[in-house]
T-cell receptor
């Protein structure tokens, strides 16, 4: 058990458009989900922590109005990149924490903004 | 602020060698330490989780140790194989997961 999925796995969009990425815990409930960003050949940087039913907590330097996070249920969190620009191109990875403990990662979403 | 550094940043070795990857952190107030593997363009695969009260964990050819007092963890890979080629990340469990800078490993036949 403890499978986390992300959709889509890759997306290409034009500059100025908005892109939504979904993160689902398939076989467990996650009170907390995390969103990370990874630039090429770099490590994962935590963007925000989201708790079901409440506002996300953003890390320093991450624009909350640009990266909208919604954690509407115990199995789904979404990240919307608004008015995307080429510098937002990155690999976005979510993870979900089980109620009983343990954090599990999704397969990632590759975003390319033209 | 917790900083997590991995040395070396990149490593290229012939298969069969025994390898040591290093992870150092600045604040010893951690819960657990976890090692992950990441293949290019993919998500993370958990390799080993060392709980705060433990000093090491083993899984197959992998052995990870943790020394909180010195702020270090090492991942030992025995008899490396080309299939071990990947990026290895250590991560500290505090109130959130903090990732190290990563070691890109290439094992050639």
């Amino acid at each position: 058990g403890a499978v986390v999925s992300q959709h889509p796995s890759w997306v290409i969009c034009k500059s100025g458009t908005s892109v939504k990425i979904e993160c689902r815990s398939l076989d467990f409930q996650a009170t907390t989900m995390f969103w990370y960003r990874q630039f090429p050949k770099q490590s994962l940087m935590l963007m925000a922590t989201s708790n079901e039913g409440s506002k996300a907590t953003y890390e320093q330097g991450v624009e909350k109005d640009k990266f909208l996070i919604n954690h509407a249920s115990l199995t789904l969190s979404t990240l919307t990149v608004t008015s995307a620009h080429p510098e937002d191109s990155s690999f976005y990875i979510c993870s979900a924490r089980k109620l009983a403990g343990g954090q599990y990662f999704g397969p990632g979403t590759r975003l390319t903004v033209l | 602020k917790q900083e997590v550094t991995q040395i070396p940043a990149a490593l290229s070795v012939p298969e069969g060698e025994n390898l040591v990857l290093n992870c150092s952190f600045t604040d010893s107030a951690i819960y657990n330490l976890q090692w992950f593997r990441q293949d290019p363009g993919k998500g993370l695969t958990s390799l080993l989780l060392i709980q705060s009260s433990q000093r090491e964990q083993t899984s197959g050819r992998l052995n990870a140790s943790l020394d909180k007092s010195s702020g270090r963890s090492t991942l030992y890979i025995a008899a490396s194989q080309p299939g071990d080629s990947a990026t290895y990340l250590c991560a500290l469990h505090t109130d959130k997961l903090i990732f190290g800078t990563g070691t890109r490993l290439q094992v050639f036949p």
